[in-house]
């Protein structure tokens, strides 16, 4: 699967730099995001069958390296082809790692039951599998749509949500009782500690996500830096993640104790996420810097435990849906946290029209700075000549990404109640060698 997962990440990363139209490059980027969505749990179920509860924590911390190292790297190399190159090569450069990746793998010596691909793909859940993707798709696209592209009292967008929340019904109904090998085990829920470690990773989910894609929006639209800039300036936050991320998998390998290194991530996520609503347009370029190491710290804990914490609740056997139902939720919450986001931003926008007509800016102005399009128009502010009307625009965006903020510290607050209620486990230190394949 891994190898599959590869052979498609690579293929839609060709389609995607070859794309000419929106319709083939959205295409290429849904399978982008399928494969990589894989390849993102894969990982860690590998890990998880390969070492023992207590173990995996360490290679999980490893893995959390090399993940925040690529993070690190993606948004200055991102930056430099956009602003020097061509975006194309934003995919292009996917190829090489691809190629280097897929020959790992060929290495890579796990159990393998030799199942047939029939055999295998009669078993999958597709009912669950589609009610699932239904549910995201209509949500994610209702509130997507609501306040920018329809009203939020428009029958598209209320039938989009009103239908959305439905299909959780059926889904729920669907798993119950009509999968053989349910695609996410409904026993997990019943237990109130599993119920609050997947309010944490919600929360993590949504604030780690809301952080690092719209940060480089306030580097842009507020500060005036190029994307190459915004790359650099977000460097503090993604090398803090980095290394405090695997020093928490080295921690609770050695103590055991993931439950308090959860509520101290929770606790410092929820702090330098509410200090980020002091930043504003003439911030200093080291407070942006030390808030930014402040603010990686407390999601820099929040990868190794909840994972360690909902496996040591399941058998080795169930580790694996275990695992990709914490990672959907963190998916979701991640998909969920731009789209929410982006609806803040662009209300909040909305909400300063009154005072950019004010301050003289043209209609042109006007309207790309307004809805879906402020986003879009972050570099605008470079080319207004008249100070007092850039100084406007500047207190805009900084008082929209400033609500944004406001709600990923609102989001956090209510992971750092939620962890409360998580209970330990003493992690086993033996490993029972996960079989897989159909029963």
Known sequence: MLLIAVGIFAAASIVAALSVNMPMLIAARALQGTAGGGLMQLVTITISDLFSVRKRSLYLGYAGFVWALAGSAGPLIGGAFTQFKTWRWCFWINLPISAIAFVLLLLLDVHNP????????????????????????????????????????????????????????????????????????????????????????????????????????????????????????????????????????????????????????????????GLYITLGSSTPVAKVVGLQIFGGLGPALLFQGPIIAIQSTVSQADTAAATASLGFIRNLAMALSIVVGGVVFQNSMDSRQSSLAAAGLSQSLMEALSGSMAAANVGITRTIQDPSQRQVVLEAFAFSVRNLFILYACVAAIGLMSSVFIKHRVLKTEHTETKTGIN
Not at 188 to 217: C, D, K, Q, T
């Open 114 to 273: 030799r199942t047939k691909l029939g055999e295998g793909m009669r078993v999958i859940d597709w009912l669950g599998t589609f009610s699932i993707l239904a549910i995201t798709l209509l949500l994610l696209i209702g509130l997507d749509f609501g306040g920018a592209i329809f009203p939020w009292s428009s029958p598209k967008v209320i039938c989009l949500v009103v239908f959305g929340i439905l299909m959780i019904g059926f889904f729920v109904f669907s798993e119950q009782r009509l999968a053989k090998y349910p695609l996410m085990p409904l026993a997990m829920f019943r237990n109130w500690s599993n119920n609050a470690i997947f309010l944490v990773v919600f929360s993590h989910g949504m604030v780690l996500v809301g952080i690092e894609y719209y940060m480089p929006l306030y580097f842009q639209g507020v500060r005036q830096t190029s994307p190459f800039g915004a790359g650099v300036l977000l460097l503090p936050l993604i090398v803090t993640q980095a290394v405090i991320e695997t020093i928490s998998g080295v921690l609770i390998d050695r103590t055991g104790r993931y439950r308090e290194i959860t509520w101290a991530g929770m606790t410092l996520m929820t702090i330098g996420t």
